[in-house]
Antibody, heavy 122, light 107 residues
Framework: QVQLQESGPGLVKSSETLSLTCTVS????????WSWIRQPPGKGLEWIGN???????NYNPALKTRVTFSVDTSKNQVSLKLNSVTAADTAVYYC????????????????WGQGTLVTVSS | DIQMTQSPSSLSASVGDRVTITCRAS??????LNWYQQKPGDAPKLLIY???NLQSGVPSRFSGSGSGTDFTLTISSLQPEDFATYYC?????????FGQGTKVEIK
């Protein structure tokens, strides 16, 4: 399986844009579907969205107006942008690969990065 | 969106115990249900996919069952390394959702 490493600013000011990058090694990002998930400190997991190798995306309806996924195939990276952040967006952010079922449909989250903590300050 | 409710939220058990965690969906999700294990400070790890399929490398003491709205994760004989938080997650809808988690603690 590929190795995933999230990176980006650990501190973002309220109302600004959170930008994270997931650098992938051991395989081409073209061969995978991608997911971002976040976890506020001491709380549960929240799915942010999926991105497919066609470039299409599904975003969590609660975040849809603020989130954008993208890829940079030259750098083998996937990225997340979340704008107009508030303290409620403070969380560990994970990038992950999406496992597919026998029909090739997105099925589960089968390989996770280690996560990166982003704190939103006022 | 589809709501996922786990019970209990936490439990205490001893090494060797049989442990069962339940996950209920707010509407039928067929068998599109996955289970994850998360230890403190670590990323979650996929245990079971599509309700009952064991992910490669996961010990056979873990099993999953269910369909429709009601699902269970069973640990047949709890081991020290199994003390963790467990999450269910549905992939029936294009908008995925997680349960709130079940923390398994040492008795």
């Amino acid at each position: 399986q590929v190795q995933l490493q999230e990176s980006g600013p650990g501190l973002v000011k309220s109302s600004e844009t959170l930008s994270l990058t997931c650098t992938v090694s051991g395989g081409s990002i073209r061969n995978y579907y991608w997911s971002w998930i976040r976890q506020p400190p001491g709380k549960g997991l929240e799915w942010i969205g999926n991105m497919y190798n066609t470039g299409s995306t599904n975003y969590n309806p609660a975040l849809k107006t603020r989130v954008t996924f993208s890829v940079d195939t030259s750098k083998n990276q996937v990225s997340l942008k979340l704008n107009s952040v508030t303290a409620a967006d403070t969380a560990v952010y994970y990038c992950a690969t999406v496992g597919r079922d026998a029909y090739g449909e997105a099925s589960n989250i089968d390989n996770w990065g280690q996560g990166t903590l982003v704190t939103v300050s006022s | 969106d589809i709501q996922m409710t786990q019970s209990p939220s936490s439990l205490s058990a001893s090494v060797g115990d049989r442990v069962t965690i339940t996950c209920r969906a707010s509407q039928s999700i067929s068998r599109f249900l996955n289970w994850y294990q998360q230890k403190p400070g670590d990323a979650p790890k996929l245990l079971i996919y599509t309700a009952s399929n064991l992910q490669s490398g996961v010990p056979s003491r873990f099993s999953g069952s269910g369909s429709g709205t009601d699902f269970t994760l069973t640990i047949s004989s709890l081991q020290p390394e199994d003390f963790a938080t467990y999450y269910c997650q549905q992939s029936s809808s294009i908008w995925w959702t997680f349960g709130q988690g079940t923390k398994v603690e040492i008795k």
